[in-house]
């Protein structure tokens, strides 16, 4: 009996330390274990997706300076082989320079929130940053040729986005496919696509504003809003997007107009065009007041027919996420 107990306590003592063992080897959510995560590239550094190339820019220089890129705070530019752009949003999470009442209030990034098996969050951990799509999501290869007649009924379909200036932005679409066709893009084992979550958009918000950019009062200076006049070239519409015509040098003025992308360097922000007005874009997020409701989706930036100093280029909220004339959306990159 005494032989039997002592074998039980001794394979009772045994149990216990391999729990202990295993417990102690278990990834703890304190840490989210950003110290074990593997650092590729920084946020003044970042790198370069394969089958990419580096574009050289009037203000965001790829060229080195002491190992850093020159131009890493101005908005670096990168292409694939189908011309579509994608510029670098930095995070420097060692140093947050984004310490503003305005911040304070929507966003703030906190290191020792952060979560590895999030995807967004280990974009920041592991590289320092993220691309976002220089451009408004243009309509499919396939679409580009149709300037009239333009609906739900043509555009609230699955295709292939592209990032590209002088493109139609895809508007017309629901939230639902918006999100496929964002992740469709790019879709292999090095790299992933999508929409922007909130907490993106906010932080190159937040990037854009320690640039002096007045993205969370006022934003008429470099956005394509209702109560703006500037010169432009590219594609229009002056009928809520059901018809465009093309212009030279054309005046905006006295009517709402929905442009083609990168129709005017004016509303260029770090080489990022339209970030405020022409189109409100839809982010992978919601607001929920409560377990049952859903306020309403993120949809960031403003749009064509208001004014920039109400839907300026922070976010806003939009209950419906059908398709509408004021709503397109974004494409981030996600590296492996």
């Given at each position: 009996?005494?032989?039997?107990?002592?074998?039980?306590?001794?394979?009772?003592?045994?149990?216990?330390?391999?729990?202990?063992?295993?417990?102690?080897?278990?990834?703890?959510?304190?840490?989210?274990?950003?110290?074990?995560?593997?650092?590729?590239?920084?946020?003044?550094?970042?790198?370069?997706?394969?089958?990419?190339?580096?574009?050289?820019?009037?203000?965001?220089?790829?060229?080195?300076?002491?190992?850093?890129?020159?131009?890493?705070?101005?908005?670096?530019?990168?292409?694939?082989?189908?011309?579509?752009?994608?510029?670098?949003?930095?995070?420097?999470?060692?140093?947050?320079?984004?310490?503003?009442?305005?911040?304070?209030?929507?966003?703030?990034?906190?290191?020792?929130?952060?979560?590895?098996?999030?995807?967004?969050?280990?974009?920041?951990?592991?590289?320092?940053?993220?691309?976002?799509?220089?451009?408004?999501?243009?309509?499919?290869?396939?679409?580009?040729?149709?300037?009239?007649?333009?609906?739900?009924?043509?555009?609230?379909?699955?295709?292939?986005?592209?990032?590209?200036?002088?493109?139609?932005?895809w508007n017309f679409i629901s939230l639902k496919k918006a999100?496929?066709?964002?992740?469709s893009m790019y879709n292999n084992n090095n790299l992933k696509?999508?929409?922007?979550?909130?907490?993106?958009?906010?932080?190159?918000?937040?990037?854009?504003?320690?640039?002096?950019?007045?993205?969370?009062?006022?934003?008429?200076?470099?956005?394509?809003?209702?109560?703006?006049?500037?010169?432009?070239?590219?594609?229009?519409?002056?009928?809520?997007?059901?018809?465009?015509?093309?212009?030279?040098?054309?005046?905006?003025?006295?009517?709402?107009?929905?442009?083609?992308?990168?129709?005017?360097?004016?509303?260029?922000?770090?080489?990022?065009?339209?970030?405020?007005?022409?189109?409100?874009?839809?982010?992978?997020?919601?607001?929920?007041?409560?377990?049952?409701?859903?306020?309403?989706?993120?949809?960031?930036?403003?749009?064509?027919?208001?004014?920039?100093?109400?839907?300026?280029?922070?976010?806003?909220?939009?209950?419906?996420?059908?398709?509408?004339?004021?709503?397109?959306?974004?494409?981030?990159?996600?590296?492996?």
């Amino acid at each position: 009996m005494k032989k039997q107990l002592v074998v039980i306590l001794i394979i009772a003592f045994i149990l216990i330390c391999i729990l202990v063992l295993l417990y102690l080897n278990i990834p703890k959510n304190t840490d989210n274990n950003i110290a074990k995560i593997e650092k590729v590239s920084f946020y003044n550094n970042p790198v370069i997706p394969e089958g990419f190339k580096k574009v050289e820019t009037t203000s965001a220089s790829w060229k080195l300076e002491n190992d850093i890129p020159i131009g890493w705070n101005n908005g670096l530019v990168i292409e694939d082989e189908q011309e579509n752009q994608f510029v670098w949003v930095p995070v420097n999470l060692e140093k947050i320079t984004y310490n503003n009442e305005y911040v304070e209030k929507q966003f703030r990034y906190n290191a020792e929130e952060l979560n590895i098996n999030n995807i967004e969050d280990k974009q920041i951990l592991k590289y320092g940053g993220f691309y976002i799509s220089r451009y408004e999501a243009g309509v499919a290869k396939e679409m580009q040729q149709r300037f009239n007649n333009i609906s739900a009924e043509t555009n609230d379909v699955l295709g292939k986005p592209v990032s590209q200036k002088g493109i139609l932005p895809w508007n017309f679409i629901s939230l639902k496919k918006a999100k496929l066709n964002a992740e469709s893009m790019y879709n292999n084992n090095n790299l992933k696509s999508g929409l922007p979550t909130q907490k993106q958009w906010q932080s190159m918000i937040a990037w854009l504003y320690s640039c002096n950019y007045n993205v969370y009062e006022d934003s008429s200076s470099f956005g394509n809003y209702s109560n703006v006049n500037f010169i432009f070239s590219g594609y229009y519409s002056d009928d809520y997007g059901e018809n465009y015509q093309y212009a030279e040098n054309k005046m905006k003025s006295g009517k709402n107009m929905i442009l083609s992308t990168g129709a005017t360097d004016r509303n260029m922000t770090n080489n990022i065009y339209d970030i405020a007005g022409n189109l409100w874009c839809y982010t992978d997020d919601y607001l929920q007041i409560n377990e049952n409701e859903i306020l309403g989706y993120y949809c960031s930036g403003g749009h064509f027919d208001h004014t920039g100093d109400i839907f300026s280029a922070c976010n806003n909220n939009l209950k419906n996420v059908e398709p509408l004339e004021k709503v397109g959306f974004r494409v981030v990159l996600y590296l492996n």
